[in-house]
């Protein structure tokens, strides 16, 4: 591992075969919602932290207990035939600055194949115009792509388009290029998403795709759907409301905080 960024784990935990989520911020808060809202459903508990010398100097405080900016989340994941394979998720609230982006994503590659863990996802954000809720719900994809042909097989299935050209940037950029080097299967999923606004719904789509063809637990992505409904209402709104006053701040994701 990278001499200033270090892998600090609290409990240690049997992570073979394990799936491995990134849940570094992207596009629309995409991997961030998506890594808290596994995080919550399955009720992984914490098992590590990523640190250096060069993150931002704060305590996260929920539920009266500090949390470092990046963690480790690892649990079981619970199938109608009981208890799977393991699952593990990084998450954090930082946005890693872009000399450190390829040394954040080498040093949980370098991790992620110690632990003997099975594939990696990123889920993210492909970046879209502005249009209408009815449109979006109507019409919106999720692609796929994958650093081997183990991993583009996976994502041979109906409602996964293939990403067969364009530019992934940070840490899921990263993790591709290193899974094909290393011939580590990492898949990138990537939904549809406005840019500037936690984008829920986008979240909802991938999480659909990445419990259908990965994780099998029938995840409920309804609160998510109901989250972006909430957002795309006050995003109305608040459009309405710009025609004549000044801009005004936009919504934020209760799923995200």
Same mark, same amino acid.
């Given at each position: 591992?990278?001499?200033?960024?270090?892998?600090?784990?609290?409990?240690?935990?049997?992570l073979k075969?394990?799936?491995?989520? =990134?849940?570094?911020?992207?596009?629309?808060? %995409?991997?961030? @919602?998506?890594?808290?809202?596994?995080?919550?459903?399955?009720?992984?508990?914490?098992?590590?932290?990523?640190?250096?010398?060069?993150?931002?100097?704060?305590?996260?405080?929920?539920?009266?207990?500090?949390?470092?900016?990046?963690? @480790?989340?690892?649990?079981?994941?619970?199938?109608?035939? &009981?208890? &799977?394979?393991?699952? %593990?998720? !990084?998450?954090?609230? #930082?946005? *890693?600055?872009?000399?450190?982006?390829? %040394?954040?994503?080498?040093?949980?590659?370098?991790?992620?194949?110690? +632990?003997?863990? &099975?594939?990696?996802?990123?889920p993210e954000?492909?970046?879209?115009?502005?249009?209408? *809720?009815?449109?979006?719900? $109507?019409?919106?994809?999720?692609?796929?792509?994958?650093?081997?042909?183990?991993?583009?097989? #996976?994502?041979?299935?109906?409602?996964?388009?293939? !990403?067969?050209?364009?530019?992934?940037?940070?840490? $899921?950029?990263?993790?591709?290029?290193?899974?094909?080097?290393?011939?580590?299967?990492?898949?990138?999923?990537?939904?549809?998403?406005? +840019?500037?606004?936690?984008?829920?719904?986008?979240?909802?789509?991938?999480?659909?795709?990445?419990?259908?063809?990965?994780?099998?637990?029938?995840?409920?992505?309804?609160?998510?759907? =109901?989250?972006?409904?909430?957002?795309?209402?006050?995003?109305?709104?608040i459009r309405?409301?710009?025609?004549?006053?000044?801009?005004?701040?936009?919504?934020?994701?209760? @799923?995200?905080?």
């Amino acid at each position: 591992m990278n001499d200033d960024v270090q892998i600090y784990e609290l409990k240690k935990m049997d992570l073979k075969n394990a799936i491995v989520i =990134d849940g570094f911020p992207s596009v629309g808060l %995409v991997s961030s @919602i998506v890594a808290n809202f596994l995080i919550t459903e399955l009720r992984l508990e914490q098992i590590g932290i990523i640190d250096a010398p060069q993150f931002p100097v704060v305590s996260l405080i929920k539920n009266s207990e500090p949390h470092h900016p990046v963690r @480790i989340y690892a649990g079981s994941k619970t199938t109608s035939k &009981g208890d &799977g394979d393991r699952l %593990v998720v !990084f998450t954090s609230e #930082l946005q *890693p600055p872009p000399n450190m982006v390829k %040394v954040i994503a080498t040093t949980m590659l370098d991790w992620i194949e110690e +632990q003997k863990c &099975g594939l990696l996802v990123s889920p993210e954000g492909l970046v879209i115009e502005d249009g209408s *809720p009815d449109d979006r719900r $109507a019409e919106m994809k999720v692609y796929g792509v994958g650093s081997t042909k183990r991993a583009r097989e #996976l994502l041979v299935e109906p409602n996964v388009f293939p !990403f067969t050209e364009g530019i992934i940037t940070g840490i $899921a950029g990263v993790l591709l290029n290193e899974g094909k080097i290393r011939d580590f299967d990492v898949i990138c999923l990537l939904a549809e998403a406005y +840019q500037d606004i936690p984008d829920a719904r986008a979240a909802a789509k991938v999480i659909e795709v990445l419990d259908r063809i990965l994780l099998h637990t029938k995840l409920d992505a309804k609160p998510l759907y =109901d989250e972006a409904l909430r957002i795309e209402r006050e995003l109305q709104r608040i459009r309405e409301k710009s025609k004549t006053q000044k801009a005004v701040a936009p919504p934020t994701s209760s @799923i995200y905080r």
